[in-house]
């Protein structure tokens, strides 16, 4: 509110303020676009990425519990 009056007080019109408010908007949104453009590759990089089978998904768990078995001796 505070800022707002600042801008009527330096005889700026609401439009204007508008208009810079808008112009300051649209410069974070570009400096933010890239890290959304990499964060999106990267999110379909691992979504398209291998997966483990059921049967390799039970190996990893037995070989697991083996380990843990040894290392309590």
């Keep these: 509110m505070f800022r ?3 801008l009527f ?3 700026l019109a609401f439009n204007e303020a508008a208009a810079i408010q808008l112009t300051k908007l649209k410069q974070e949104v570009e400096v933010i676009a ?5 964060r999106e590759a990267n999110r379909k ?6 997966t483990f ?8 768990a037995a ?6 078995e ?4």
């Excluded at 040894?70 to 001796?73: G, P």
């Design 4 to 6: 707002l009056f600042a």
């Design 9 to 11: 007080k330096n005889g």
């Design 34 to 38: 890239p890290v959304d453009i990499e």
């Design 45 to 50: 990089l691992l979504i398209s990425g291998p």
């Design 53 to 60: 089978t059921p049967k390799q998904l039970n190996t990893v």
């Design 63 to 68: 070989t697991r519990k083996k380990i843990d």
């Design 70 to 73: 040894w290392r309590q001796k």
